[in-house]
């Protein structure tokens, strides 16, 4: 991730969600992230854009409860579509879930969203490299990319993200990519 350093932090207590749906946009669509590149501009133009983002998804649930794995995953589609992939949500399958699908999206350059809690699923955060048992993890309220291990993700021990055990993943539904014409 090469954006403007300071930009990249939620502008409120409940758009972490569509801040990591702007970022992970900005991975997918580089014409659509041009403007985090710019330092000048990038921090009134991500707030903005985190504004427009969750009144889009959000148009049925409220707002003040956060952005819903369906609405991140209909926010990242929005964007992942010029690279022909469409996003899915799926559950954290306890400690036996492999992340399989998940770290070879992220091994890809596709960026995963991850929805975390404590005891009730609260924050999400962003996945956006892998390699050698560290995943780089975006983390929307400091706007800092941080290390993770896989091992800390599958067992629900995350640190530095504010909260521990993923409960649910936004990732690229292998089906659904788009064949080349």
């Not at 991975?27 to 854009?49: H, I, P």
């Not at 579509?81 to 036996?96: P, Q, S």
């Not at 596709?110 to 404590?118: D, E, F, Q």
Request: net charge positive.
């Amino acid at each position: 991730m090469k954006f403007a350093v300071g930009a990249l932090r939620q502008r409120d207590g409940i758009t972490c969600g569509p801040a990591v749906a702007v970022v992970a946009g900005a991975m997918l669509d580089a014409e659509y992230g041009s403007m985090l590149r710019d330092a000048g501009a990038a921090g009134a133009w991500f707030a903005g854009e985190q504004q427009r983002v969750h009144a889009q998804v959000n148009a049925v649930w409220p707002r003040r409860l956060g952005t819903t794995p369906a609405g991140m995953a209909r926010a990242l589609t929005e964007r992942a579509r010029v690279c022909g992939l469409r996003y899915r949500w799926r559950c954290r399958r306890g400690r036996c879930d492999r992340l399989t699908d998940v770290l070879a999206a992220v091994g890809e350059g596709r960026p995963v969203a991850v929805l975390i809690g404590r005891v009730v699923p609260r924050h999400w955060v962003l996945l956006v490299e892998a390699g050698g048992g560290t995943l780089r993890c975006y983390e929307p309220s400091s706007g800092v990319t941080r290390s993770v291990s896989v091992d800390a993700l599958r067992h629900g021990r995350l640190t530095g993200l504010g909260f521990p055990r993923a409960f649910a993943f936004v990732l690229p539904s292998c089906a659904t990519r788009a064949v080349a014409a």
